[in-house]
């Protein structure tokens, strides 16, 4: 499946100026502290403050920065504390899930609202579109740094099901439950994970063409600047990079 936008958004997190680098770390920060605070400092015993600094260090956001989010978040009663909020909607037939935490919910959902409506999109009501997707343990490995068929055959004797490629990236997909055993597997064979992390993966994917595909770029662009936007996932199957330079 060419396209797949969630690598598309971490390729393009990964090429961010510094100054949206900074903001990126930020949403890091944000994502390492509630994860510290809902299940403690140590990562080894908190499965999702492990997978959030992993990302973190993906992103190259440096090791006194996670430090200081882990701290700031096992302060207790004392650390900022977010809510998790999850907007659902369409842009060209395309169904859209936006995660956000926040500490305040008014400014956020006002803030998306405009974002979408800027863009030609529109918000649907709850459970309108989180029902196309389903959470899977997702892990990304660098395509050249280890032979397709020996992935295949470490990653789905690991308990994986599914192995595409996108975006020069191997595509894992497994359980949400396999997620770890299926990392620390691939881990003890000697092949590093890009990423690996529970994230929300479409049924059905809907092809798109360039036109429709740079209206979406916009919109996830517009949203990823926002503070409170940590993840948002669509079922769009975006056209090949050389289509959109031929249209550029």
Not at 34 to 50: F, H, Q, V, Y
Not at 145 to 152: F, G, N, Q, T, Y
Not at 187 to 195: A, Q, R, S, T
Not at 235 to 247: H, I, Q
Request: aromatic share 6%.
């Amino acid at each position: 499946m060419s396209g797949h936008s969630h690598w598309a958004t971490i390729r393009r997190k990964k090429g961010a100026t510094d100054a949206k680098r900074g903001k990126i770390f930020s949403k890091f920060a944000r994502i390492i502290a509630t994860a510290a605070r809902r299940g403690g400092a140590d990562p080894e015993m908190n499965l999702s403050l492990k997978y959030a600094i992993d990302r973190a260090r993906a992103y190259n956001m440096p090791n006194d920065n996670i430090e200081r989010a882990v701290k700031k978040g096992a302060g207790g009663d004392a650390a900022e504390t977010y809510q998790e909020l999850v907007y659902e909607g369409y842009i060209g037939g395309v169904a859209m899930l936006i995660e956000a935490l926040t500490d305040n919910r008014n400014r956020t959902a006002a803030e998306v609202r405009h974002a979408l409506e800027l863009k030609g999109a529109s918000l649907g009501g709850q459970g309108s579109v989180a029902w196309m997707f389903h959470s899977k343990g997702l892990i990304g490995v660098q395509v050249g740094s280890v032979e397709e068929d020996k992935l295949m055959e470490i990653a789905l004797e690991a308990g994986a099901e599914d192995i595409n490629v996108s975006d020069n990236i191997y595509e894992i997909t497994c359980s949400a439950q396999d997620l770890e055993k299926v990392r620390k597997t691939l881990i003890d064979n000697g092949i590093k994970p890009e990423v690996a992390q529970v994230s929300k993966v479409p049924q059905n994917y809907i092809d798109v063409d360039v036109s429709t595909a740079h209206k979406i770029n916009a919109l996830l662009e517009k949203l990823e600047d926002m503070d409170d936007i940590q993840e948002i996932y669509t079922n769009a199957n975006m056209p090949s990079e050389e289509a959109e330079t031929k249209k550029g």
